[in-house]
């Protein structure tokens, strides 16, 4: 079956890296229809809209959406992308790669965040000039979601379970329904847990961050705390994201459209790239996906490099040099 990809490049680097991720998976010879669609600055200006309906029905109905960045309209364009696959988690590895300078090295976590609600759900109010408010919703059943996607995703691979980090000593109603409902979906599937506050969390994780492995969070923390993790790393410029739902993905890298660098060819490809080789696990294709990391560890380990790296090759080096790999 040929499974359709959408490919999304947005804006400033954007337009850049996500070609470079494209080229990877063409050089795999995997039977994929691509099909490209623009969202972002650039189309808001042409047309008034950010994101084209034909650009939202595209990641609606292909079965995975590779996407680049977008600029000042990223919100306009990536919540309802996120909306358009149904996406009910976002997972995000940090993970530091050798020959990449990073605070801590041995770093090597995958946060699992919940995707739709929390203090995200949007409902916020100025009750006076004096009193603004914000409603925290949690539901049992988003919870159950990202639980069970949770539990199938330490039973694939060399986990050993995950840990729940929350605050429900606090909120004991929204994180405490989180918690007691992530727990009862862990323990029905013999799935092993613990659970850690999220404030202790972000100190134990700075200080020994290999204590942890699968991360299982609500939506606000789940932002915040992969950001740490990002900052242990050696920054944004590594790292991939995929936006899981029922039945399609989006995929992107966690770097904006870094209009520092745009239209200089010298981006790092990688988050991207490594965002691409989510898309072939997610898609069943595993050996592909294990072929395309290796391939950029060893990039990233051997070079070339791009400058942000301290490098001086182009995106264009690093992706040909990638393939070659494969
Ligand atoms: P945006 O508003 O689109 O997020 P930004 O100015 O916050 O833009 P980011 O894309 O978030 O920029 O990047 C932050 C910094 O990291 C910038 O200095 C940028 O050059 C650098 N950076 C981000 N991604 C990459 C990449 N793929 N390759 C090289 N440098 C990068
Ligand atoms: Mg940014």
Sequence with gaps: MTHEIAVIPGDGIGQEVTPAA???LEALEIDFEFVEADAGDAVKAETGEALPQETYDLAASADATLFGAAGETAADVILPLRTAVDSFVNVRPAKAYPGVDAVRPETDLIFLRENTEGVYAGHEDRLTQDVSTLTRVVTESASERLADFACDYVAGDDHDGFSIVHKANVMRETDGLFRDTVKRVADDNGVETDEVLMDAFATRVCLDPEQFDVIVCPNLAGDVLSDLAAGLVGGLGLLPSA??????????????????????????????????????????????????????EATLEDGPRTPDLGGDASTEDVTKAIIDRL
């Design 22 to 24: 494209v080229e990877v």
């Design 243 to 296: 936006n899981i739902g029922p039945d399609r993905a989006l995929f992107e890298p966690v770097h904006g459209t870094a209009p520092d660098i745009a239209g200089q060819g010298v981006a790092n490809p990688a988050a991207t790239i490594i965002s691409a080789a989510m898309l072939l696990e997610y898609l069943g294709y595993d050996e592909a996906s294990e072929d395309v990391h290796e391939a950029v």
